[in-house]
């Protein structure tokens, strides 16, 4: 399974955007995946996650300001971001774990600056 995460780009303060992660081969039906950034310079952080029996959870960097979406148990989703600040600036990377193996995809460049 190979794995892309797009949808990143240049946003101002306070402002939107959507990410999705794309995958190449069969995801499966019982998996994980998850939502990580990392900013320059410092370790890469989980961001939310989603089972796909449909609980959904997110790191206190996204609580009430992020939404991961599936749209069913074998779509990688998509992760809406809202009100973002400069310091969700990072790459943002998708991650999959199915069948006893971890999948990660490339990263999406996140900048928020005015």
């Known amino acids: 399974v190979q794995l892309q995460a797009s949808g990143g780009g240049l946003v101002q303060p306070g402002g939107s955007l959507r990410l999705s992660c794309t995958a190449s081969g069969a995801v499966g039906s019982y998996n994980v995946m998850e939502w990580h950034r990392q900013a320059s310079g410092k370790q890469r952080e989980l961001v939310a996650r989603s089972f796909s029996g449909g609980a959904t959870t997110y790191a206190d960097i996204a609580k009430g300001r992020f939404t991961f979406s599936r749209d069913t148990a074998t779509d990688p989703g998509y992760l809406q971001m809202t009100s973002l600040q400069p310091e969700d600036t990072a790459v943002y990377y998708c991650?999959?774990?199915?069948?006893?193996?971890?999948?990660w995809g490339q990263g999406t460049q996140v900048t928020v600056s005015s």
């Open positions: 991650y999959l774990y199915v069948r006893g193996r971890q999948y």
